[in-house]
């Protein structure tokens, strides 16, 4: 009997867990921003950055421009922060408004959001 009891509530959670939402579809190129999507194109790079080392600051800054090069806002990228094994980036509008701070994953080149 017990056994049945937690068969039923299993049975009726599952039919009452909300479906996923069909607004936004998640399609390559869904939102303009990109914001977090692949962030630069070819074949090196994917999801979230880079599939290779970032080897300097310069590096890192020139890996998060291009992530935003498909926005359509002006942004100004810079490196504050260097890590053992991430840089940290902010990215400001033209009058000093902060719009994100980043970091870059050294070994990897991913970009993350931490703002």
């Known amino acids: ?12 959670a599952s039919i009452l ?14 939102y303009e921003g990109m ?5 630069c194109p070819g074949r090196h790079w994917g999801p979230y950055g880079g ?3 970032v080897k300097n600051s310069a590096e890192a800054k020139q890996a998060i421009e291009k992530y935003f090069a498909g ?3 002006t942004l100004q990228v810079a490196i504050t922060v260097e890590r ?3 840089y940290i980036a902010e990215i400001t509008e033209p009058d000093g408004t902060l719009v994100d701070k980043l ?3 050294k070994r990897t080149g991913r970009i993350r ?3």
């Open 1 to 12: 009997m017990l056994i049945r009891m937690v068969l039923m509530a299993i049975l009726a």
């Open 17 to 30: 867990m909300p479906l996923p939402s069909r607004a936004q579809p998640r399609e390559p190129g869904w």
């Open 35 to 39: 914001p977090y999507g692949h962030s």
């Open 51 to 53: 599939r290779r080392a």
């Open 71 to 73: 926005s359509s806002r």
């Open 84 to 86: 053992r094994w991430f």
């Open 103 to 105: 970091i870059i994953d």
């Open 113 to 115: 959001s931490i703002y």
